[in-house]
């Protein structure tokens, strides 16, 4: 690694490698806001299973010369995608041709439908040349992975934060790559995926018997960090239900909704989209359908006083 491996933004420090389990590696960029996600991989005798990539080029670069760096000459096999967003998926091809890609079958869906599209929510972004690589082995319930004897399990536990989240759990070590399923510090995002479903993927992730905790955003965690993501999840139904119930649009309630202790986790701003979802469900409509993300993206700018979302990536 060189001085070009140094963020811009003085305020954040530089990914982090923690190896969890012998052989499990976290890969980590905090804070954990906007489009600084987590990423790992396992490394065996005969190869590496890397789950997630990165949003821009630079970082899944810098993320690629680190599994190098560990795996030594091993051959890199299979890259696992969590879900579809571009700070997951970006850099997929970074580790082409020599990996495959697998993924849920709407994960593949939506790479392929968003494109690079979210580069238009993060202007001012560093990009780099981002080519867009869907996964290619898809399945719809769940896939085991195998690396030397160790089982890699990779779950569909969506509609959660997206329609398509996957986790992949290794239960030998009793570890979990959550994906974003788990926000730990940051405030949890479900505009694109279903508030209730995501309370009830909490539930069964709450049944395995999970120890370590890779999540999809900020610093390894145990399995209580699962509660708080409820917590976080049951206010936001409980302040939906209230502004339903008043006829207030789901940017009002944002509004005037008093974030209590949630008032500390990073983007706050997801409140709005959460609410949309929230909304959504209220009426009765099917998890994870269609909202317009435009619009509602443009009132999470309102509500925060014009300000477009924080990006450090
Ligand atoms: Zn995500």
Redesign the pocket.
Known sequence: MTSAHVPDHAEIPPPKLEEVSPGIFGYIQMDGSWGL?NTGFIVGADGVVVIDTCFTERRSRWFYEAVRKTAAERAIRTLVNT?H?G??THGNYVFLPAATIIGHEKCREEVIAAGLGTKGMFPGVDWGEIVVAPPVVTFEDRLNLYIDSLRVELIFVGPA??TNDIVAWVPERRVLFS??IVFNQGTP?ALMGSVAGWLEALERLKGLGIETIVP?HGPVCGPEVLDEVGDYLRFVQHAAKKGFDAGRTPLDTALETDLGRFADLLDKERLVGNLHRAFSELRGEPKGAPLSLGAIVAEMVQYNGGQMPRCLA
Do not use: A, E, R, Y
């Open positions: 996600n879900h967003h700070d997951h934060h997206t994906g974003d995002f999809g």
